[in-house]
């Protein structure tokens, strides 16, 4: 039995590499919780004076194909591709960039690569939790109400739970003081929760 390649996805831009002169590859987070490597010919040169839409952190469709020449390359080519949601403020704000920067990391190394061609296990909830903390991150940007602690603290636990890791999450293990409060947190694993500083 043949499976047809999946050709029209979406997913965020976690990561991308200049190559040649005006191409682009990139690591792209599908909306079912794979990533896989796109190819984007000319994607690094801006279209009518319009900045690139292949940015960090943006959701993008796409259009896929595979190079003609290279039948088992784990590399697809982007035929075409538009802009479907895009952050404005996080690269204006120097602590947001840096939470900005740490999720779409942890979310590379965390998410597994996949092959369109055949048919995988989805794992939507990574996918999930990275686009609802790219998009509450610039919301509270734009609110200008952006609680960095609060925010990583979110984005981890929500992860963490995701993978099938569900610690505790309000109180300390050993002294049983609320977490929220706290200014610094230490997991630990073996033991499924969180110890404050005390």
């Known amino acids: 039995m043949i499976i047809k390649m999946e050709t029209k996805i979406e997913g965020i831009l976690i990561s991308k590499i200049p190559y040649r002169e005006k191409d682009l590859i990139a690591k792209i987070l599908l909306r079912d919780g794979g990533k896989i490597s796109v190819m984007f010919h000319g994607g690094r040169s801006s279209r ?39 952050h404005q403020k996080v690269r204006s704000d120097y602590e947001a960039f840096t939470l900005f920067c740490f999720i779409l990391e942890v979310i590379a190394r965390v998410a597994q690569s996949e092959d369109l061609d055949h048919s995988h296990e989805a794992h939507s909830g990574v996918f999930r939790v990275a686009s609802n903390a790219l998009f509450f991150l610039e919301a509270a940007l734009q609110k200008k109400c952006l609680n960095i602690k609060s925010h990583t603290f979110i984005f981890l636990s929500k992860l963490l739970f995701e993978l099938g890791i569900s610690p505790e999450l309000k109180t300390c293990l050993f002294c049983e003081k609320g977490l929220l409060d706290q200014r610094g947190l230490a997991l630990v694993p073996e033991q499924g929760g969180f110890l404050c500083q005390d």
């Open 48 to 86: 009518r004076g319009k900045s690139s839409v292949l940015e960090l952190g943006y959701l993008i469709s796409m259009e896929l194909k595979r190079p003609k020449h290279k039948k088992n390359d784990t590399i697809y080519v982007a035929s075409e591709w538009e802009l479907l949601w895009a």
